[in-house]
Each structure stands twice: as C-alpha cells, then as structure tokens.
C-alpha cells in the first residue's frame, strides 16, 4: 500500500511542477512532506514543501503585521526637495549656456586634407579662411549675374505696362475728341 502512495505523490509532485495541481492536492503534498517516515528518493523534495507550508504563512503574517514608519523630519524634507530644485537649475543653465566663442572657432575645412603625388598635404587655416572667402564672393558674384539677367525682364515689363498705360491714355483722349467734336458740330 505505501508503494501506491509513493506512485500517486510521485504523480502528484509532477502535475505540481507543471503548474497542473488543485489546492486540495496541493494541500495534500504539504501534508505528506510533513511528515517523519519520507522515503529516502522523495526526501529532496521536503524542503520545498516545508517553505511553501511555512514560509509562505510567515511571509504572509510578516506582510500583514504593522510596520514601524519611520519619519522624516519636515525640515529634512525641505532640504532634499531644496536640493534637487537648486541641482536641477544648476543643470539647465549649464547646458544651456550660449558660448559665442566655439561658433567663432568654428573651421569646417578642419582636418581637411589635399593629396597631390602621392603627399597628403593638410589644409593650413589660413588657406581654409581664403576658401571661405573665395565661395562668398563667387556667391555674391553668382547672385550679382542672376540679378543683372533679370533686369532685362523686368525693364521688359515696365515697358509693357508703360505702353498699356499710353495706350489707354490714348483712347481716353481719343473719346475726349470725339465727345468735342460732336458738341461743336451740334453748334
């Protein structure tokens, strides 16, 4: 008969570590652990039941036993929130401090370098700093030229927009005659 009883523990501790076990067999495992006479083969699984028997039950007196709260004095408070507001600023105005100095140091031919026979030759600032020149002016000079060819459109418009405006002068007066001519020949 204990054989029987081994096989259906046995059986039972494999549905319980496949998560498969009801709460009444559970409770029947913690029972069986409990007691002396384990055979040597099932003996390992003793502490295991043993904590879940009386470790969860501690665990559980432990979670509902009143806690001793410690307080902290308000002062104390004040001080650790004073802190983190002053640290925080201290922060924010460092990272975002304006150094004018770095934007004017910028070089951008920096570690720019010409390879000419075989040499690698790095770009000295100065040639950079005329680099930098040279693709201004050819800029400005580049605008220059797209304004200058423009100018002849526009002269171009002007001109029709001058000559619309005569025109339209021109049939003004013209009426005007017309409406003179008819009154001095009514008379």
Same mark, same amino acid.
Request: hydrophobic share 35%; charged share 35%.
């Given at each position: 008969?204990?054989?029987?009883?081994?096989?259906?523990?046995?059986?039972?501790?494999?549905?319980?570590?496949?998560? !498969?076990?009801?709460?009444?067999?559970?409770?029947?495992?913690?029972?069986?652990?409990?007691? /002396?006479?384990? /055979? !040597?083969?099932?003996?390992?699984?003793?502490?295991?039941?043993?904590?879940?028997?009386?470790?969860?039950?501690?665990?559980?007196?432990? !979670?509902?036993? /009143?806690?001793?709260?410690?307080?902290?004095?308000?002062?104390?408070?004040?001080?650790?929130?004073?802190?983190?507001?002053?640290?925080?600023?201290?922060?924010?105005?460092?990272?975002?401090?304006?150094?004018?100095?770095?934007?004017?140091?910028?070089?951008?031919?920096?570690?720019?370098?010409?390879?000419?026979?075989?040499?690698?030759?790095?770009? /000295?600032?100065?040639?950079?700093?005329?680099?930098?020149?040279?693709?201004?002016?050819? !800029?400005?000079?580049?605008?220059?030229?797209?304004?200058?060819?423009?100018?002849?459109?526009?002269?171009?418009?002007?001109?029709?927009?001058?000559?619309?405006?005569?025109?339209?002068?021109?049939?003004?007066?013209?009426?005007?005659?017309?409406?003179?001519?008819?009154?001095?020949?009514?008379?």
């Amino acid at each position: 008969m204990k054989s029987d009883e081994y096989t259906y523990i046995e059986n039972l501790l494999e549905r319980f570590f496949e998560g !498969e076990t009801s709460n009444v067999e559970e409770q029947e495992l913690y029972a069986f652990f409990a007691r /002396p006479d384990l /055979p !040597e083969h099932l003996k390992p699984y003793k502490p295991v039941f043993g904590y879940f028997e009386t470790g969860i039950a501690r665990e559980v007196e432990e !979670e509902n036993s /009143p806690k001793q709260v410690r307080k902290v004095p308000f002062y104390k408070k004040w001080l650790w929130i004073g802190t983190a507001v002053a640290a925080s600023l201290l922060l924010f105005l460092f990272l975002n401090k304006e150094d004018r100095k770095q934007e004017d140091d910028f070089n951008p031919y920096a570690g720019s370098y010409i390879i000419r026979n075989g040499v690698k030759t790095e770009i /000295p600032e100065n040639v950079a700093k005329d680099l930098d020149k040279m693709i201004r002016q050819a !800029e400005k000079s580049h605008y220059e030229k797209e304004r200058m060819a423009l100018q002849p459109v526009q002269q171009h418009r002007q001109t029709l927009h001058d000559i619309k405006m005569k025109e339209q002068e021109a049939k003004q007066i013209e009426s005007d005659i017309e409406m003179l001519e008819e009154r001095y020949k009514d008379k």
